[in-house]
């Protein structure tokens, strides 16, 4: 097994691409070690000393790390870390437990609004931000204001805000006028 890895936007996060799918479908985020109780894999990730987060999406898997730690002491254990558990044959999360791309279903005045937001996020946007490593997750429409969650190698990256209002929020508006701001939640 021959696994690549590619860096991030954000200089804390690394890609690795196992070639293989590691979610048949949607993303997962462990955002810490105690969220990681029904994945196998990121359990396995987070014993390596130095790793503060873990994401799953399609086909890689974004790992991010402590400021203080180097990627050149923590990344052949991480590597271990992903071969042992595609060696073992147990999945890469247990059960039901794999999270969907955040679709709630969204009803009343808006609803036809934010139908047009989440197609523009399924086509324009997580595609793009999935290469860099993460992904962007519809969490509500209020007042003319869109709310996104940023997963993954997204989540705390230094060019995350520019991403946001120079790239999203200026493709919403652009498409959909009752798109007046773009904000970030946690």
Known sequence: MFIQTESTPNPATLKFLPGQTVLEAGTADFPTA???????????IFAVEGVTGVFFGNDFVTVTK????????IKPAILGAIMEHYQSGQPVIQGEAAAGSGHAEHTGPDGEIVGQIKELLD???RPA???D???????????G????????????????????KMGIENLLR????EVLEVRPVA
């Open 145 to 164: 204001v869109v709310y996104l969650h940023m997963q993954g190698a997204c989540a705390g990256c230094p060019s995350s805000t520019l991403t946001l």
């Open 34 to 44: 105690d969220t990681s109780g029904d994945s196998p894999l990121a359990q396995r």
């Open 133 to 143: 490593g993460g992904d962007i997750t519809f969490h509500g429409f209020e007042r």
């Open 174 to 177: 652009h498409y959909i006028p």
């Open 123 to 125: 086509t324009r946007v």
């Open 66 to 73: 402590e400021d203080a730690v180097a990627w050149e002491h």
């Open 129 to 131: 931000v999935a290469q």
